[in-house]
């Protein structure tokens, strides 16, 4: 074993815990829960099923963490405190803030303390307990409330035994996984749902991480463990393939006897890649990607191990095939992690989706037949980010107010960067940096803004006068900068001619977006017309799929 | 309000219904100790009637359905998630048992209690 880790387990095991072991332990719990983040998402039911009860509490543990981490003192009532502190300042969602009034008492009960022994540890938990039962009228049990009760009840158990703060520890976590399990018997709606309590699964990876850290286990890799069947994620297999994966196998089986996961876990590895197995009532569902020299073995294998009541296979290649052929695939967006920048763009159409996706947006509303998409749509889409930095691209200057709804109803820290039209929201994102500071991206991208003109060509659908300009219903119409400029008999004229007023010789970059009543030979032809009339611009036309608007362009 | 006419006649649901929904999704929520009635008048008028949601309103103008709720929230609690959870399970209870959306949840924090002197 590592000799760092080694000299770690001696400290523990030998020396109470300091100020600076507690810092360590709680970046463990916050490692630990980080990696098994998504699987206490997916647990998410109650009290509202939002799916971010793990991001909530990372982001909580992280705030605390955040509070400490330069923090030299050896003293560990102070360093309690200041965790305390910063969960106090970070907590997020239901979860977040119990998990912060357990830190509070906590970080009472160590007020005075130099270090942390046995007896002072069950105190802690016993006083975290009281604070976070205080904070609320009616206490719903079955919750991460019952798994810090039970937590405390069994570290005092424990300390009948043993003084030692690393073996209470051995002795809470077992405790605190029955707790979990035994959740679903506590609160109807988890029972019917089939899961666990999403929270009281957070709380217990914090707790375990902080055991795992102290005994030199790796806190990076998720746990083998089963998840719920429900959280199996099975629809993305697509995004998962690897090269030299052919088949997906799927098989629902009744296992014989208890089964050992880690042996499971291992002869699958042999087979294949995108190992997951779920568990439901009474039976597993395993799911793994094999080249197809191995598309039997799992099933031979599970044969073995038990009756098989279902096998689905299907062939990865031949998909993937299909999907490439088509020409809506999926839209790869941008991974964000906690901490990041996230952007969320309104977006009228396939093509533009995609090319948002490829500058890095992290989530696309769709505006629809009539760019109207309202608040809880754009809300829906980034709610379930795991960061809570948000920028907002409404790309439509009717949904700048629903998005500012979405601003007012969220906690998270929201800005909106007021794009009134798609190329002005594509001028933004060039100005995005995820790792950046949320003010300062926000000023660059709404700069970036005015710094391109946007023309955008339909047909007419009254008969009117506007700004000097008469038009009559079913004329081609475009509107530079979204004022009316030009009516014409065809969309090739609006386009030279809205192009002409928007002096477009004198920038260098002239993208065409057209829209889905244009078919692409004449959206080719006109393109080239346009770059015949304008040699010393570079044109690029696009796909975009926008209804109503014959072309979108953006000159910059 | 919120009112639903099938074949066998029309399913009416009161204000009332929905704001004891919505005052047991708050109470349950966590970071509430109380809720507190919007004045004294109120407040004496609710204990005679023995009414269940105080602290509770529940307002209909013919088309959108806006619900308030005045809490008491545990000092030492970050204010703004309490809110938010409250307003969130309000949402979630009330849509969920009348199947119609709510147009506001507008959570008044009235005050706060200290449990713990830290």
């Excluded at chain 1, 709804?405 to 909106?416: F, P, R, S």
Aim: proline content about 4%; charged content about 20%; hydrophobic content about 45%.
């Amino acid at each position: 074993m590592d000799l760092e880790i080694q000299a770690r387990l001696e400290r523990f095991k030998s020396t109470p815990i300091d100020g600076q072991a507690l810092k360590e332990l709680v970046e463990a719990g916050l490692t630990w829960l980080r990696a098994n983040q998504q699987t206490v998402n997916a647990l998410n039911v109650f009290p509202v099923p939002d799916g971010d009860t793990g991001t909530n509490m990372v982001l909580t543990m992280q705030s605390a963490f955040n509070e400490i981490k330069d923090l030299g003192t050896h003293n560990v009532g102070q360093m309690a405190a200041a965790v305390s502190q910063g969960a106090l300042m970070g907590a997020r969602g239901n979860s977040g803030v119990i998990l912060s009034q357990l830190w509070r008492g906590f970080a009472r009960a160590l007020h005075n303390q130099d270090v942390l022994d046995g007896s002072a540890l069950v105190r802690a938990f016993a006083d975290g307990r009281d604070t976070a039962y205080k904070g609320v009228v009616r206490p719903v049990e079955g919750t991460i409330l019952t798994v810090a009760k039970d937590v405390a009840s069994a570290a005092e158990l424990a300390l009948q035994e043993t003084e030692n703060p690393v073996e209470i520890f051995e002795h809470v976590i077992p405790a605190a996984d029955a707790s979990v399990q035994r959740t679903p018997d506590l609160l109807p709606v988890l029972k019917q749902a089939g899961v666990v309590d999403s929270g009281g699964k957070g709380l217990f990876f914090v707790l375990e991480g902080m055991l795992r850290y102290m005994q030199g286990l790796p806190l990076d890799a998720p746990t083998t463990a089963v998840q719920p069947l429900s959280a199996m994620k099975l629809e993305n297999a697509m995004e998962d393939i690897e090269p030299g994966q052919d088949f997906e196998v799927v098989v629902d089986f009744v296992p014989a006897r208890d089964l050992d996961l880690k042996s499971f876990y291992a002869e699958l590895e042999n087979m294949g890649t995108s190992i997951q197995v779920g568990e439901g009532e009474g039976m597993y569902r395993m799911h793994i990607h094999v080249p197809t020299e191995n598309r039997n073995k799992p099933v031979d294998y599970i044969m073995r191990l038990g009756t098989i009541t279902k096998v689905a296979m299907e062939n990865l290649v031949a998909q993937m095939d299909d999907i490439n052929k088509k020409s809506s695939g999926r839209i790869e967006l941008a991974g964000i992690e906690a901490g990041q920048i996230a952007v969320v763009a309104v977006s009228p159409g396939n093509g533009i989706s995609r090319v948002f996706a490829s500058l890095g947006v992290a989530a696309l509303v769709e505006g629809g037949q009539t760019m109207n998409p309202s608040t809880k749509d754009i809300l829906d889409a980034f709610e379930n980010l795991p960061t809570d930095q948000v920028i907002i691209l409404p790309n439509n200057k009717n949904i700048i107010l629903a998005a500012q709804q979405a601003k007012e109803v969220t906690v998270k820290k929201v800005h909106i960067v007021p794009s009134r039209n798609i190329p002005q929201g594509l001028a933004a994102m060039m100005h995005l940096n995820p790792d950046g500071n949320l003010d300062v991206i926000t000023t660059k991208m709404t700069k970036a803004i005015e710094d391109v003109t946007a023309i955008e060509v339909t047909t007419a659908t009254r008969t009117v006068e506007i700004d000097g300009v008469s038009v009559e219903q079913g004329q081609v119409i475009a509107l530079v900068n979204g004022t009316l400029a030009i009516s014409a008999a065809s969309v090739e004229e609006a386009c030279l001619g809205a192009l002409e007023k928007a002096k477009a010789a004198d920038f260098e970059l002239i993208t065409l977006f057209f829209g889905d009543s244009l078919a692409s030979a004449e959206a080719n032809r006109i393109a080239d017309i346009v770059r015949a009339k304008y040699p010393s611009q570079e044109i690029e036309l696009q796909d975009g799929g926008q209804p109503h608007y014959q072309f979108i362009i953006s000159v910059e | 309000m919120g009112e639903e006419t099938t074949t066998l006649g029309t399913i009416q649901i009161s204000p009332n219904a929905l704001a004891t929904i919505a005052y047991h999704a708050t109470l349950t929520s966590y970071g509430v100790v109380g809720l507190a009635p919007k004045n004294l008048a109120e407040g004496l008028a609710a204990t005679i009637t023995h009414e269940p949601a105080r602290g509770v309103s529940v307002r209909y103008n013919g088309e959108e359905i806006d619900i308030d709720v005045h809490i008491i929230i545990e000092y030492g609690t970050r204010i703004t998630s309490v809110a938010d959870s409250v307003a969130n399970a309000v949402r979630y209870q009330v849509e969920k048992a009348l199947g119609m959306p709510i147009h506001f949840v507008n959570v008044h924090v009235q005050g706060l209690r200290v449990s713990n002197p830290d």
